[in-house]
């Protein structure tokens, strides 16, 4: 199994199966007419520019950790893992970015019922068919993924590193270009003022002016600390790969659960703007459960029903015709703002149980 790097040196992104010779992905680039050129320490890619959006190979990204509430945004991912036909064409070397003291190994058994470690990591998969079209609709939208663009959708997903981030974003990028990606979705979920009883808040954004203009979304207006998201989105349009953010709001008072509700407004989300149609599986039933227990949590406390209340006429408040329309753009800002110091735990260390406070 081959090893290597965007600068050339041993470890980094390790092909899985028979992908393409990979070039590096940092250095600089350039526009020329309707395309991009990103030279690289060891070749030059010419990027494809004047497409549209869903015109190629998309890449779905998600991490777990501080981009990842509730685990929504792995969730989802792994969602349409479950449902895709790929496999895994690229993944990183564990022992360059991670610490295992701060991600730790865990210990499962496999289908042979043999026990063996997981080691943090990223792992890029790929259509086994790339660009095919899935059969339509009706065939069997219940059970598998169906549009005009299921062969082009690939998939990132790992656990954000815990060092070396600038190479870590150059062997994403390698991966991606080696892939052909031509556009990338991330997928990310935060923990906000928001009830549980209302639906999930979802904002897309991008820095690229095309992008917004095809999609009818806005750029954000977030300073502050960011994630592993922010660095490879970075590292993707400096390179030509147009790139689309997608977050969910996740309460705060409910983060040590997952939130099936907030991985289903991020597929919905997806859906709408990837053109397929994504099954949900017990994805529904499970949202429901979950905003069930949650009120039953809350029918025997007063205290946190009362605030959950707050919670919901602050929410009404900002749904309202006369509410702006960059509330939801707000919030998120308010969120990182509170994570700004970057410590673990509900929305930058607050109590379990605000509305106790």
Do not use: C
Not at 50 to 58: C, H
Not at 73 to 81: D, E, M
Not at 106 to 129: I, N, Q
């Amino acid at each position: 199994m081959s090893q290597r790097t965007a600068a050339g040196r041993e470890g980094g992104v390790r092909e899985v199966t028979g992908s393409k010779s990979s070039r590096g992905a940092s250095g600089l680039s350039l526009k020329d007419g309707d395309r991009t050129v990103a030279a690289t320490e060891r070749g030059t890619w010419i990027v494809a520019q004047g497409m549209d959006f869903l015109g190629g190979r998309l890449l779905v990204v998600a991490f777990e950790g501080w981009n990842d509430a509730g685990e929504a945004a792995s969730g989802a991912v792994r969602t349409l893992q479950d449902v895709l036909e790929v496999v895994p064409i690229a993944e990183v070397d564990p022992e360059l970015y991670f610490d295992y003291q701060f991600n730790r190994p865990t210990v499962v058994t496999d289908d042979d019922g043999r026990r063996r470690l997981e080691w943090p990591s990223a792992v890029m998969y790929g259509p086994v068919r790339p660009g095919e079209t899935a059969p339509g609709l009706a065939d069997d939208a219940n059970l598998q993924v169906s549009g005009n663009n299921v062969g082009n959708i690939y998939l990132l997903l790992g656990t954000e590193p815990s060092r070396s981030w600038k190479s870590f974003t150059a062997e994403i990028l390698d991966a991606a270009l080696a892939a052909d990606i031509t556009a990338m979705v991330f997928l990310g979920a935060m923990l906000a003022d928001v009830p549980h009883t209302r639906p999930i808040s979802i904002f897309a954004s991008s820095e690229n002016t095309a992008v917004r203009s095809e999609l009818q979304i806005e750029r954000s207006t977030y300073e502050g600390p960011v994630g592993i998201l922010s660095a490879i989105a970075e590292g993707a349009e400096a390179v030509g790969i147009p790139t689309v953010s997608i977050w969910a709001s996740v309460p705060h008072y409910v983060h040590n659960a997952p939130s099936p509700k907030a991985m289903l407004a991020l597929i919905d989300k997806l859906e709408e703007l990837v053109d397929v149609t994504i099954p949900r599986g017990n994805l529904v039933e499970e949202a429901a459960a979950w905003e069930a227990g949650i009120d039953a949590l809350a029918a025997d406390d007063d205290e946190m029903a009362q605030y959950i209340q707050q919670l919901e006429q602050a929410r009404d408040t900002v749904d309202s015709p006369e509410a702006s329309g960059e509330a939801i753009a707000q919030e998120f800002e308010r969120y990182l703002r509170r994570r700004g110091d970057g410590r673990d735990g509900p929305a930058g260390g607050r109590s379990d149980e605000p509305w106790r406070s």
